[in-house]
């Protein structure tokens, strides 16, 4: 039974058995050492990498997308699917899973993994995001942030040591710690502000304890100030996380805004640990920040898009719900291996958009979701080969960005 005191062994063994048939072995099968990013290649004409990072739970292959899983599920997919389609690590996160359904809750069901079903890598959000984002802030104090839950205005206190608490209680196989992350055209003094408290609060998540085996990775902020952000990047560096991620981008600043913010901080960033650019972004602009040395991905713009019916292809995104699709009997996309193409035509995928049929959404979110997980295979296959510079050029000379769906990454957490 699900007694909260019982650390649910057995729901670790059924979470295992559920989803043992995927690529990622039991972990009493792991021979390797956790903790250990190889960087295998670094690309000769861009700061591209190929990496392997190796979790307790699995090895990870960067550049790598994550799938993002907010409340402890990738709307419209299960993870039989995600599997499939050859997702390594999952995102959760810290500020709604901890509203609902409550830490008590899914201690009781053995963890976050356990809960559901999921026994690959997942990362945690911290928090902080949402909480500078979604919540009513009522005051910024020294050791976190007092605020208002954005469901039903209940008061709740979010800092380094309780993120940190609530990631290693949900047994995420990478936390993040807890950083303040500003709007993009926040005032210089606002910004400086954010940069000394995710300092301090980076220094407070590190003397946290941690669940065991989980990283903790450090986060970059600073906006669009190449003097904040190296400062902040070497203030965080310093400070010996296990991977560096870039923050403050994905909050609303135009695409040349964001590529800076990522150039200004890789130069202070180890070669031997992986970096992670929050929150981003399309398909072309993930081939780009590859090229500017990324190597993990999040984003919710794959699954977002597709329940208003939105598809991305190899030449930019087009909407099945269109009339043109009307009476198109061939795949999404020629050539992809998702199960939608592979079994569905864009005039039936339409028809069941259009009579709001669950399956229609559950298929293009099956096909998108693919397409960003092919995209970042196609990415290390190149890299793998040397001919990374060729697929970048070719990707990028396809690729018709749409600023429709450049505007829907904005709208708030997924
Ligand atoms: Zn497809």
Sequence with gaps: ????????????????????????????????????????????????????????????????????????????????????????????????????????????????????????????????????????????????????????????????????????????????????????DAPAKEQNLAVERTIRWARECREQPRAEGQFVFGIVQGGADPALREHCAKEIVGMDFDGHAIGGVSVGEPEPEMMKAVEFTEPFLPANKPRYAMGLGTPAQLVELVARGVDMFDCVLPTRVARNGTAFTNRGTFAIKGGACKAEFRPIEEGCTCFACRQFTRAYIRHLLNVNEILGLRLVSIHNSHFYLHVMAEIRRHLAAGTFEEFRRGFIANYVPTSRVLASRMVGAE
Aim: with cysteine; hydrophobic share 35%.
């Design 1 to 184: 039974m699900w007694a909260k005191n019982t650390p649910s062994r057995k729901a670790r063994q059924r979470g295992r058995r559920v989803t043992n048939e995927g690529p990622f072995p039991p972990r009493s099968d792991l021979r390797y050492a956790a903790g250990v990013f190889d960087l295998l290649k670094t690309d000769a004409t861009s700061k591209a990498r190929l990496g392997r990072l190796t979790t307790s739970r699995g090895v990870i292959d960067t550049p790598v997308f994550m799938p993002v899983g907010t409340q402890a599920s990738v709307k419209a997919l299960d993870p039989r699917e995600l599997r499939e389609m050859g997702t390594q690590i999952l995102l959760g996160n810290t500020y709604h899973l901890s509203i609902r359904p409550g830490m008590e809750i899914i201690q009781a069901g053995g963890g976050l993994h356990s809960f559901m079903g999921w026994d690959a890598p997942i990362l945690t959000d911290s928090g902080g995001f949402q909480v500078f984002s979604l919540a009513k802030i009522r005051k910024v104090r020294a050791h976190g942030v007092e605020f208002r839950s954005h469901l039903d205005g209940s008061p709740l206190f979010l800092g380094p040591k309780e993120s940190m608490a609530i990631q290693r209680q949900l047994g995420s196989d990478i936390a993040m710690v807890f950083d303040e992350c500003p709007p993009h």
